[in-house]
């Protein structure tokens, strides 16, 4: 709870996210219902607005508004296909399956294709939550084309803070061909794990087992290792058993009252906005909060449902543990190795622009690099986050991960204050900034080397002058936290060809 409302919220992006989505998502179900939907077209309405503002990422305004076009085109189709499946058990779960690995596949595309594949497998899961039949499809499907009109009027008319943003280079996934690309491996451990958890989910229910699979698929979002995996289904078990009781204490108390139901499902859409970029828990909490009033809006809400939802996730999330474990491994260290090479190279191509910058080179930006480099220390953080973890007992590796954050984090620092100094037309170019930088760049290049070549020495910093020019200041401050980053990063196994 601490970290969550003590993370930093730059510009109150996180904030103003979860204000717009309660309004675009308010918004949609408030429309269908005013033109006459029924309450399961509204539901289904209100989670397609959910979705295309939670899951469309693009760089550009222009490339979001065309993925938001893009879902119901590969939405419609499944939600065809599985409304006419429920009378055929067997060719059901063949084709959810088949969705899954053609849903996590997409990712090789993109933003546009992960927020495509995350739509078609929801869509599918969404007519197995509300059991939706084929004489439903004309409502169901005006209701999610109305709600998807309304969030994107809300999103790109009324409240579309993008466009005052700089978009950051968003870091592309592994390349590879075959079984070596990140978004095919994965693929094939998705499925295998929902297919785990879809048979023990149906012995545990027949009604509900699409739980099971749901929370395999959402383990997987933005994964790419066992340790990334196996954290991000601890975090969902704990924010399902966290939210379990709260069903218990405010959802069934409520039986189903549409005015107070109504509030508490804003609350927890913007729970979920808010918390997701800084705890996979609590948003899990928002989301278990959310489908306990759904259901009792549905009228099927009871202490049992919420218990059996609970062990579902337990299924979901050991289908997922023994897939990452079994099938085509990743380590955390080879995932976590390439990222902090990403970072590195973005530290010094950061440094590089901002001397330029001072040096009058006018076309020099670093602000670009800077943004794709918060995203990069996102991604190590994402991928460190196994060996940080209080239940790490290997004290060492976890002292070790703990000094590369810190030491990452005081990089971009350093960074930012040279690029912010470098923005001010009237800033003085020291002579001894090119030779720092020249510094910086042998570091990182000595940094990011094989590990076979990694015992080089990296340059020591030269002492900081008592009263240097602030820019200089900086970069030797970059230097010093470079120079520190060279022992935990020889002595850390990231790269071991073993973990490859």
């Not at 859409?269 to 909490?285: D, L, R």
């Not at 090479?341 to 001397?355: D, E, G, I, M, S």
């Not at 900034?433 to 042998?442: K, M, S």
């Amino acid at each position: 709870m601490k970290r969550m409302f003590a993370a930093p919220d730059p510009g109150l992006l996180r904030l103003r996210s979860a204000a717009r989505a309660v309004v675009g998502i308010g918004g949609a179900v408030a429309v269908c219902g005013v033109t006459g939907h029924s309450l399961v077209a509204a539901v289904t309405g209100g989670l397609a607005a959910l979705l295309a503002l939670f899951t469309v990422n693009d760089a550009t305004v222009r490339d979001q508004a065309l993925t938001t076009a893009l879902l119901p085109v590969a939405g419609f189709p499944v939600l065809a296909l599985a409304s006419g499946l429920h009378d055929v058990p067997l060719v059901r779960d063949a084709a959810f399956l088949a969705v899954v690995g053609a849903g996590v596949y997409a990712r090789r595309w993109g933003p546009r294709g992960h927020a495509v594949g995350i739509f078609a497998f929801m869509t599918f899961f969404i007519t197995q939550f509300l059991h939706a039949t084929p004489a439903q499809l004309p409502e169901l499907y005006t209701a999610v084309a109305l709600a998807l009109l309304v969030s994107s009027t809300v999103r790109f008319g009324l409240w579309c803070f993008e466009r005052r943003m700089r978009p950051p280079a968003v870091p592309a996934p592994p390349g590879g061909r075959g079984l070596a690309r990140a978004t095919t491996r994965q693929a094939v451990q998705a499925t295998a794990a929902c297919a785990f958890a879809l048979a023990l989910g149906q012995a545990l229910s027949q009604d509900r087992w699409y739980w099971a699979v749901g929370t395999v698929w959402w383990i997987f979002v933005n994964t790419a290792s066992r340790g990334e995996t196996l954290v991000r289904g601890f975090r969902r078990v704990l924010g399902t058993l966290v939210g379990v009781p709260a069903g218990l204490l405010i959802a069934i108390p409520l039986h189903g009252d549409p005015v107070a139901s109504s509030v508490l499902v804003a609350l927890c859409v913007a729970g979920i906005f808010y918390t997701a970029a800084v705890s996979y828990s609590w948003m899990v909490f928002s989301v278990t909060l959310m489908a306990s009033v759904l259901y009792g809006l549905l009228g099927v809400l009871d202490p049992a449902l919420l218990a059996l939802r609970l062990a579902e996730t337990g299924t979901g999330a050991l289908g997922a543990g023994l897939a990452v474990l079994l099938v085509l491994p990743v380590t955390t260290h080879a995932t976590t190795d390439a990222w902090i090479q990403r970072a590195l190279h973005c530290v010094h191509v950061c440094t590089a622009q901002a001397t330029a910058r001072l040096a009058g080179t006018p076309d020099a930006d670093p602000a670009p690099h800077i943004a794709e480099l918060g995203i990069l220390l996102g991604r190590v953080r994402l991928s460190l986050a196994p060996l940080v973890h209080p239940l790490n007992p290997l004290r060492s590796r976890k002292a070790r991960a703990r000094q590369v954050l810190t030491l990452l984090d005081d990089c971009a620092r350093e960074v930012r204050g040279l690029a912010s100094i470098a923005a001010d037309p009237d800033a003085s170019h020291d002579a001894r900034l090119a030779a720092a930088c020249w510094r910086v760049e042998t570091a990182v290049g000595i940094l990011t080397s094989p590990r076979t070549h990694r015992a080089r020495v990296v340059p020591s910093p030269e002492p900081r002058p008592a009263a240097a020019e602030p820019a200089l200041a900086h970069i030797h401050g970059l230097e010093h936290a470079l120079s520190a980053l060279a022992t935990p990063l020889h002595h850390a196994p990231y790269a071991s060809p073993a973990g490859a």
